[in-house]
């Protein structure tokens, strides 16, 4: 009876941490990109403007740098700190 218990126990703390992790992954957006990623999330994001050739350059130099790339195709750039804080010398966002 103890071993079953134990072994419920075991089972419920099992399933508790991979919801956990699931859920911190949903929370990060796009974080911790691979770089085979970037493309497809890139083409995404500058799916809704007309300088797609920029756009796509810069968001996938900024998925390199940051592994990741906001959801979206316009803002949610907080939800990515290194691509939302990278600026270029004259201040500007540097990433689409």
């Not at 134990?6 to 911790?32: D, Q, R």
Request: hydrophobic share 30%; with cysteine.
């Amino acid at each position: 009876m103890a071993a079953r218990s134990n072994n419920i126990a075991t089972l419920l703390f099992v399933i508790t941490v991979i919801f956990l992790v699931t859920l911190s992954n949903v929370a990060e957006g796009y974080n911790n990109l691979l770089l085979r990623d970037c493309k497809p999330r890139c083409t995404y994001r500058c799916s809704a403007t007309s300088h797609k050739k920029p756009c796509m350059l810069y968001c996938q130099k900024c998925c390199a740098k940051c592994r990741c790339v906001p959801a979206g195709v316009y803002g949610n750039k907080q939800t990515c700190p290194c691509y939302n804080n990278w600026k270029t010398q004259e201040g500007r966002p540097k990433c689409p």
